[in-house]
C-alpha cells in the first residue's frame, strides 16, 4: 500500500476517534452513533 494513503487513512481514523470522544464528552457518557456507549471502545 502506497505510505500516503496509509497515513491518510490512519488520519481519518485519528479523527473519528477525537470526534467520538467530543460527542462523548458533550453527551456526558450518553451512547454515540450506532447506539454503542463510547465507553465500550474507550481504551
Given at each position: 500500500m502506497d505510505k500516503n494513503v496509509f497515513d491518510l487513512l490512519q488520519f481519518s481514523e485519528i479523527c473519528?476517534?477525537?470526534?467520538?470522544?467530543?460527542?462523548?464528552?458533550?453527551n456526558k457518557g450518553v451512547p454515540t452513533k450506532g447506539g454503542i456507549p463510547f465507553s465500550a471502545i474507550k481504551r
Open positions: 473519528t476517534m477525537l470526534i467520538a470522544r467530543h460527542e462523548y464528552m458533550l
